[in-house]
């Protein structure tokens, strides 16, 4: 394990929502002006981008990171990181970290998408651009339930593996390989 300490600040959002919807409980949404502002400031003061396995190489001790390290994290597959997200990451030289849900992708399954607005979504060949231009791509199971409810409906865990099975498989056929990390639904 390295020696010392760091902080690591660790961004998360859900993509570009130049709005706020009617009934939504989002008071402050995430224009692509004020995202490309925040992403500017991080730039600035030096903030290189790492990913999952950059963080895992330094804490085994095989790699090292930048002086300013910096995470930036996406939960959901949503137009807006294939667009505005990454021509803006893009312009500072920073990759995302995008974890996926795969309902879109899966009309079989028989649990649906637990978000109240369904949003546009990607296409697999757009998250697989965004993978061969180094972003790195993890898990955020199938339909998006919360994790800590579905434990408790579900304490056998069937629906649970399902969830987690289902979705790594459905990446690994579509991208080429299995995920390592995964994003917390709930």
Not at 29 to 57: C, H, K, V, W
Request: hydrophobic share 35%.
């Amino acid at each position: 394990a390295p020696e010392g300490s760091m902080r690591i600040p660790i961004t998360m959002c859900h993509g570009i929502r130049p709005t706020i919807t009617a009934g939504s409980s989002l008071q402050h949404p995430l224009t692509a002006e004020l995202f490309d502002g925040l992403m500017r400031i991080a730039a600035e003061m030096g903030f290189q981008s790492i990913n999952y396995d950059n963080l895992a190489a330094w804490r085994e001790g095989s790699d090292t990171l930048p002086e300013k390290p910096i995470m930036i994290d996406f939960d959901h597959p949503v137009t807006s990181m294939r667009h505005e997200v990454l021509e803006t990451l893009e312009r500072y030289g920073f990759k995302g970290n995008l974890f996926i849900y795969t309902s879109p992708y899966d009309p079989d399954y028989d649990r649906r998408l637990a978000l109240d607005k369904i949003p546009e979504h990607m296409t697999w060949a757009e998250i697989r651009e965004l993978s061969r231009v180094g972003w790195h791509i993890g898990a955020h199971t199938i339909s998006h339930p919360n994790l800590s409810q579905l434990t408790q409906e579900d304490p056998d865990g069937e629906v649970l593996m399902k969830e987690l099975d289902r979705s790594n498989q459905m990446i690994e056929d579509n991208l080429g390989f299995k995920p390592r990390d995964f994003a917390f639904t709930g």
